[in-house]
């Protein structure tokens, strides 16, 4: 995914406390066209504070905030966004077709009714009323919803919790598609598969700091392991005992482990399995290299409550 060089938000050493607690400490960041930027963090990184503050729901203390140029908090800004959050409160009793016409009504050049709920695969329920959906189908209509003002940026909180397997790979080729056409993308997500999938920016937020920022390799390279898989019968306990050898797991004949090196474990495990077949090595996925980050941070008092 390429990057437009328009920047559509920015914030420019901005900082937000919540009475004593610091949750944002001069945080700068900037999102430009066509690009995904995926928010990653613990609870309590900074993240919803973030957001919040591009969305124009809260007011930096210190800083500068900026949404299409101008003030996230005025109207011309706030209608070229298009936002999915983990609660929404829609009225139960209206019906899904009802949903989507009213949310359109509040933009200058909405989609066709009919473009929105294709997009997020609810045609099959518009006629139903918003309540007596499952959880799943909700959060579908929310990301119709999320989509149907043509956004130039899209805010996307948790977008696949509550979603079965099918529909979060719908949702995947959904925005994969609007990115396509220039939308820019921020993404929150503990689904770190995901942030893998859709992200080509990845930045790191903890006890209000960025702590890296930066495409998923990039991230993955500052990882040390690497990941070693083959079929072998050696006894994984065994293996698990080797100097070398940092973490093992079996699947039935295959072998997964990891370490910092990998040529010394690798010949002596062809030494001891002459029979070993199916060889891979490959490098630190997100989750591996998010863990190691997250833990070279020493703990401190700077953390927002939500």
């Known amino acids: 995914m390429q990057a437009d060089t328009e920047v559509l938000a920015s914030l420019q050493g901005v900082s937000k406390r919540y009475g004593r607690q610091l949750a944002l400490d001069g945080v700068?960041?900037?999102?430009q066209a066509g690009q995904v930027l995926a928010l990653l963090?613990?609870?309590?990184?900074?993240?919803?504070?973030?957001?919040?503050?591009l969305l124009g729901l809260l007011r930096a203390d210190a800083g500068q905030v900026r949404l299409f140029g101008h003030d996230p908090q005025q109207l011309a800004a706030r209608r070229g966004i298009g936002v999915m959050l983990q609660d929404a409160a829609l009225p139960p009793t209206l019906k899904v077709g009802e949903l989507l016409r009213l949310s359109a009504s509040y933009y200058p050049q909405p989609r066709p009714l009919a473009e929105s709920a294709g997009l997020a695969g609810i045609d099959d329920l518009l006629q139903r009323p918003y309540g007596k959906l499952s959880r799943g189908q909700q959060r579908r209509v929310q990301f119709a919803i999320a989509l149907c003002g043509r956004p130039r940026l899209l805010f996307l909180d948790e977008p696949s919790v509550g979603l079965d397997q099918p529909a979060r790979q719908r949702l995947w080729a959904t925005v994969r598609a609007l990115v396509g056409e220039g939308t820019a993308v921020v993404l929150t997500t503990h689904y770190l598969e995901e942030a893998e999938q859709l992200a080509d920016r990845v930045c790191v937020m903890q006890h209000g700091r960025i702590i890296s920022d930066g495409s998923v390799d990039a991230l993955r390279a500052r990882v040390a392991n690497r990941i070693i898989r083959c079929h072998t019968r050696l006894?994984?306990?065994?293996?698990?005992?080797?100097?070398?050898?940092?973490?093992?797991?079996?699947?039935?004949?295959?072998?997964?482990?990891?370490?910092?090196?990998?040529?010394?474990?690798?010949?002596?495990?062809?030494?001891?399995?002459?029979?070993?077949?199916?060889?891979?090595?490959?490098?630190?996925?997100?989750?591996?290299?998010?863990?190691?980050?997250?833990?070279?941070?020493?703990?401190?008092?700077?953390?927002?409550?939500?």
Do not use: M, Y
């Open 28 to 31: 700068s960041l900037q999102l």
């Open 41 to 53: 963090g613990p609870n309590g990184a900074g993240k919803t504070t973030t957001i919040g503050l």
């Open 235 to 306: 006894d994984v306990d065994e293996v698990a005992g080797w100097p070398d050898v940092q973490q093992a797991s079996r699947d039935g004949e295959r072998l997964q482990l990891s370490s910092t090196r990998v040529e010394a474990v690798v010949r002596r495990l062809l030494d001891a399995d002459p029979q070993l077949h199916a060889l891979e090595v490959q490098a630190a996925g997100l989750g591996e290299a998010f863990a190691d980050l997250s833990a070279g941070i020493p703990e401190t008092e700077t953390c927002e409550a939500a």
